[in-house]
């Protein structure tokens, strides 16, 4: 399979389940990203890794919690959500080096609907 | 700080009519400017790019110049078909991977 990829497709959970979204890129990049997408809203970023370590943390509450086992793989934990974080959460990736942001590749996104 | 501002939507067009969608940015230092289209039950994908002043970036028939005198990126195309409309975001990319900012995103509907 090529470029980026995220499972599942579509969620729903309850504000006391914990659940888990993957994300996979088969780009060879070293940067990955998650993106929460909103109705009406701008795409907002919540996390950045760059090789495997975190750099960015966008005031994201703890109830979301990210994970970069390695450079192809990140999952973003979920547990005790509200109903506002219903969205389409979008994973990306790219090729970074220390000064210059290369395209960012998405995949299609989980739509998560919490109850 | 940074800002991508693009043109209310939805725009609703007949087949064979000329598209435009105004992006306009506010940045520090250069930018790299960007047109992402996302069609419906799908993620964001690259349409086409620019990463200094003067550059067109150009894809599908689309097209994009990157103007810093009046820090735009309008995206144009002369004939949309029904398979264009999507969802179309701006965004600009400047100092590295944490500096990612993206349009609110223009719906385009093009109608036979």
Redesign the interface.
Known sequence: ETG?T?TPRHLVMGMTNKKSLKCEQHLGHN?M?WYKQSA????E?MF?Y?LEER??NNSVPSRFSPECPNSSHLFLHLHTLQPEDSALY?C?S?Q?S????D???????TRLTVL | GDS?TQMEGPVTLSEEAFLTINCTYTATGYP?L?W?VQYP??????LL?ATKADDKGSNKGFEATYRKETTSFHLEKGSVQVSDSAVY?CAL?????????????TKLQVIP
């Open positions: 980026v995220q940067a990203y009406k809203k701008p795409l970023l950045v760059s750099v960015e979008l990306a790219s970074e220390a000064t210059y942001t395209t960012q590749y998405f995949g299609p996104g | 991508v790299s960007f992402y039950g799908e993620g964001l994908q690259l790019k975001f990319f400047s100092g590295g991977y944490q500096k990612v900012t993206f349009g609110t995103g």
